[in-house]
């Protein structure tokens, strides 16, 4: 099988969606082969159901061990067991409706789609339809 260009990451609140988007890191309990260079779509419910916030690239993947002090006892404390670290991150102004991009056909829906993998043509889809709403 062929590894995953990348992912869909579902962020669920609000407060976390900016904390992501600020700091450029996420953290994730969630068990994917993660690996530098991959592509991270970055999903939201909003007022139009799930859309694309954003995306970013992985630069670095840090084990829970290699975090500092504070983050560590955060991740115990939210059963995180790694931190996604981007080259960088791309929030979008005008959210894409999961509705309006190739994945409109796939039976998941909400939460399902976290941790989805995506191969290349529908990441570029996806991120070319996005990039083309903010204009």
Not at 29 to 53: C, E, L, N, Y
């Amino acid at each position: 099988m062929k590894e995953a260009e990348g992912y869909i990451l579902r962020i669920a609140t609000k407060e976390w969606v900016d904390q992501v988007f600020d700091l450029a890191v996420y953290y994730t309990g969630f068990r994917r082969k993660w690996r530098p260079g991959q592509t991270i779509i970055f999903m939201h419910k909003t007022s139009v159901g799930d859309a694309v916030v954003g995306y970013g690239v992985i630069e670095n993947v840090y084990e829970r061990d290699e975090l500092s002090e504070e983050e560590r006892r955060e991740c115990e404390k939210r059963g995180w067991k790694k931190a996604l670290e981007f080259k960088y991150i791309l929030k979008f102004d005008k959210p894409l409706s999961i509705k309006e991009t190739v994945l409109k056909d796939l039976k998941v829906r909400g939460r399902f789609l976290h941790g989805l993998s995506l191969n290349k043509q529908q990441l570029n889809s996806i991120i070319g339809q996005a990039e083309r709403l903010q204009k």
